[in-house]
Structure formats: C-alpha cells, structure tokens
C-alpha cells in the first residue's frame, strides 16, 4: 500500500496516474485516484486541497481551476482533459452556462446536505457498470435528457435496487467496490431496478436518446429540413420538455391528447402539494423517458404534428410560448406559430 508515502509537495506525477475513463464524472475520477493510492477519500483531498471544502458541494458542477490544475498536473495529462471531466465542460454546447447558486438547465440535481445525497440525481447503467471489472460513473448518466444506455438498450437507474437509496459512490469504504451501495452493501449490478414504462415507451425514449447523441456528436440537429446547432436545438426541447412536464390544465390536456393518438405512456406528475417538484429535471427518470419519449414523437414530424395537437388541445400560443424571460431559438417558436396562423 502507498498510503501516507504520497507527499503533497512532491512535484510530479502521483504513483498511480490514473487517467479518467471515457466519458467519466470527475468525482468518480477522483474517487479512483484516490482508493488506487490506498488512501481514504478525505484524507487524499485533504492532502491536496487542504483549505477547500470538496464534498459538501456538487463538486462535479463546482470544481475550480485549483482542483482541475492539481489533477492535471499529478496525473500528467492535459488542463483541458481533466476540466472535460466536469459538467461545465457542456457550456455552449448543451446549454449557455452551468449555473452556480441555482439549478441549471439540463443537470439533475443530487440534493446536498452535507456529505449526503437526497435528491436521484445520478443514474446509471447497470451493465455499463460491470464491463470489464472497472466500474466507473460517466458524465452522461447526470443529464436530464439521458433515460436509456443505448449500448445495451437498457433504461439507466436512479437508485440502488435493494434499498431504493440515491446512489452516493464517494460514500463506499475501501473494502467495496464503487458498484456498491454503502448503505445497504447491495451491488448496483446485481439487478435492475423496476420500471413503470411500457416496452412502446421504452423503444420510443431510447430512439430519441439515439437522436440526441447524434445531435451532440454532429454539432447540430436537422428539423424539417434546416440544420440547427446543437445549443438552439436542446435549448428548444428543453422548453418543449418543460411544457409537457407542466402540472397546468393545459399541459395535462396536451399530454392526454398526445397519448391517445400515439398510445406512449403518461408521465405521473407530482402532485400540487410538491411544489418544489416543477422542473423537468427534478422529475425521476421513468417519468423523464415517458415527457422524452412525447416529445420524441412530436418532433419526428415537427412542426405539424405539435401545432395541430395544439390546436386539438385547446393551447394558445401565449401558454405555449410563455417561458421564463429566455427568447426561445426560432426553430421551436416560429415554426409552430407560423402554421397556426395559416
Ligand atoms: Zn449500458
Ligand atoms: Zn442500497
């Protein structure tokens, strides 16, 4: 074991340089360094950033230039390497910018309190996470817009199937595995939690997810017939999402509408007593897949088949406009405003 042998004002390369894995989530990175140096996850930190409170933050969302310079430098691979294994590294492509002091757009939130975790903001392919032996946490699983691994057709999970409990990896001691859960030592891989999505729910969401990586890999999106970026694009589903995950009468009526015609499951919205619970990425990632899969059916024939269920719903374009103070990208709102008025 190297335990304590590390020393902090070593210059160079750690022992153990671990790189980050394909598409993985800066903690898990740091996680691994971490057990791989055989020191416990507190004490790694504190040896390196002494002064900086690390895990009572979404560290993922938060990391500064410290954190990133440090792991960069120890691990020798370049600045903007490590920075990619934080959620900011999305900025101008997902969406404008990974908020600090309120919720951002696109990213589930985890629920700090603490070292704690309340809130299932981080999901998971159980068959991503046993390939190989290596269990590690990809960046992806912490996107509202990700519901299905389309590796292994597989809907992703959002908490540990044996005890229900969010999954809060940086948590295990070194005797488990990072595919266990450390509050009731079950494995993560070991079996794959309940749905309540149907199987035309299911195939619609991972079709739309397919849609979606494409989207992120080409750089922009093509709606009938014209490229958009991929900003514009996730920008305009998001208020798309955001308008079918809606407690109003007029959402409910649009979704109801939608269903009948096409047969996709409805999302179960949580109740008016929840009213923290309004944003599309605070819902658990059943009822996400379900809006996902909606929305997915709409924009494969967009606009026509969103005006006219709009239309059919009784919606005005004040409601289906109506968003926040952004401008929605013209894609999404000229489009089906233009055949309404036709
Ligand atoms: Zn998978
Ligand atoms: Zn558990």
């Given amino acids: ?12 390369m750690w022992p153990v340089p671990l790189r980050p894995l394909p598409d993985e989530l800066l903690t898990s990175w740091l996680v691994r360094l971490a057990r ?12 390196y950033w002494p002064r900086k409170q690390m895990w009572n933050r979404d560290l ?10 440090v792991l960069a430098e120890h691990t020798g691979i370049p600045y903007s390497d490590a920075y990619d294994t934080m959620l900011r590294s999305w900025e101008h492509v997902i969406f404008e910018k990974c908020q600090t002091r309120t919720n951002s757009d696109w990213i589930l939130p985890v629920g700090i309190y603490h070292r704690i975790r309340r809130r299932h903001g981080l999901q998971y392919c159980p068959e991503c996470l046993g390939e190989n032996g290596l269990p590690y946490f990809r960046k992806s699983w912490r996107l509202a817009f990700v519901t299905c691994c389309t590796k292994h057709r597989l809907r992703l999970s959002d908490s540990c199937p044996h005890c229900g409990k969010p999954v809060v990896f940086h948590r295990v001691n070194q005797h488990q595995s990072l595919a266990q859960c450390p509050f009731c030592d079950g494995y993560l891989t070991s079996r794959i939690a309940p749905t309540t999505c149907d199987e035309l729910t299911l195939t619609w969401a991972n079709c739309q997810q397919r849609v979606l990586e494409s989207v992120l890999r080409i750089g922009y999106a093509e709606v ?6 991929t ?5 305009g589903l998001g208020h798309l999402c955001r ?11 649009l979704r109801l509408a939608i269903s009948d015609e096409c047969g996709l499951d409805l999302p179960a919205i949580p109740s008016r007593e929840h009213r923290s619970l309004i944003r599309f990425e605070d819902l658990r990632c059943d009822n996400r897949a379900k809006i996902l899969s909606l929305a997915g ?24 406009l109506k968003h926040r103070d952004l401008s929605l990208p013209k894609w999404i709102s000229t489009s089906v405003t233009e055949i309404r008025r036709r």
């Fill in 36 to 47: 791989a140096h055989g020191l416990r996850l507190h004490t790694f930190c504190s040896l």
């Fill in 224 to 229: 009938d017939g014209e490229a958009v970026r």
């Fill in 231 to 235: 900003q514009d694009y996730f920008a």
């Fill in 243 to 253: 308008l079918l995950a809606h407690r109003d009468l007029r959402s409910q009526r």
């Fill in 1 to 12: 074991m190297l335990g304590t042998d590390i020393d902090r004002t070593f210059p160079g």
């Fill in 297 to 320: 059916w709409l924009l494969s024939d967009f606009p026509r088949r969103l005006a006219r269920l709009l239309e059919v719903s009784h919606c005005p374009d004040s409601y289906w």
């Fill in 60 to 69: 993922d969302r938060f990391a500064d230039s410290d954190v990133i310079a």
